[in-house]
């Protein structure tokens, strides 16, 4: 009964920022690790950020100092915080929620970096 819900993205010229939302249902989101992941047109898709049951997080190289990710457990709701965003920061961004063997994912949402 799980299920992610995502918000946030959009059309946003280079430089400019977005914060994505992925609201949690059902009792996973406090005993679950997290992370945001994207996949770009034909490319495979790659982990961008991960926090954990403790706030530990992790960036990869090509998001360090521009992305945050963070949660807000009142709501049940992780979040990216997107800034200084580049062209080849477009990708659709999945939301993934993971507990022992269990995975959950959002739908996916389109952020695309253009002039």
């Known amino acids: 009964q799980v299920q992610l819900v995502e918000s946030g993205g959009g059309l946003v010229q280079p430089g400019g920022s977005l914060r994505l939302s992925c609201a949690a249902s059902?009792?996973?989101?406090?005993?679950?690790?997290m992370g945001w992941y994207r996949q770009a047109p034909g490319k495979q898709r790659e982990l961008v950020a991960t926090?954990?049951?403790?706030?530990?997080?992790t960036y990869t190289d090509s998001v360090k100092g521009r992305f945050t990710i963070s949660r807000d457990n009142a709501k049940n709701t992780m979040y990216l915080q997107m800034n200084s965003l580049k062209p080849e920061d477009t990708a659709v961004y999945y939301c993934?929620?993971?507990?022992?063997?269990?995975?959950?994912w959002g739908q996916g949402t389109q952020v695309t970096v253009s002039s």
């Open positions: 926090l954990t049951r403790g706030d530990s997080t």
């Open positions: 993934y929620m993971g507990w022992r063997s269990l995975s959950y």
């Open positions: 059902g009792s996973i989101f406090s005993i679950a690790a």
